[in-house]
């Protein structure tokens, strides 16, 4: 079984940036796709980026130009670096993990919070 831990969450002033990590352990395998997901309180759990492990990105709207996903496909790790944050991406953060080809149809680490704030 495929396990998730995020890490490098924290508070933050607008405009300025964070970097969060999530490494997966429990396959020895490449995951296919690995995705970072967030939040808030109230709101639906939301897209914020997805990468495959054949380099193949995408990004949800409110984020596109502002945030980059990266992956090392040998460790299983992902990153999300954040930049130009904003108070509205405040939330909490999840790494997900998708793999049919592994039997992996979903998997969720525990998360880490995200709070932009003057």
């Known amino acids: 079984q495929v396990q998730l831990v995020e890490s490098g969450g924290g508070w933050v002033q607008p405009g300025g940036s964070l970097r969060l990590t999530c490494a997966a352990s429990?396959?020895?395998?490449?995951?296919?796709?690995m995705a970072w997901y967030r939040q808030a309180p109230g709101k639906q759990r939301e897209l914020v980026a997805g990468?495959?492990?054949?380099?193949?990105?995408n990004y949800g709207d409110s984020v596109k130009g502002r945030f980059t996903i990266s992956r090392d496909n040998a460790k299983n790790t992902v990153w999300l670096q954040m930049n130009s944050l904003k108070p509205e991406d405040t939330a909490v953060y999840y790494c997900?993990?998708?793999?049919?080809?592994?039997?992996?149809?979903?998997?969720w680490g525990q998360g880490t919070q995200v709070t932009v704030s003057s």
């Open positions: 997900g993990a998708r793999d049919y080809g592994l039997g992996l149809t979903g998997s």
């Open positions: 990468i495959t492990s054949a380099g193949s990105t």
């Open positions: 429990g396959t020895s395998a490449s995951i296919n796709v």
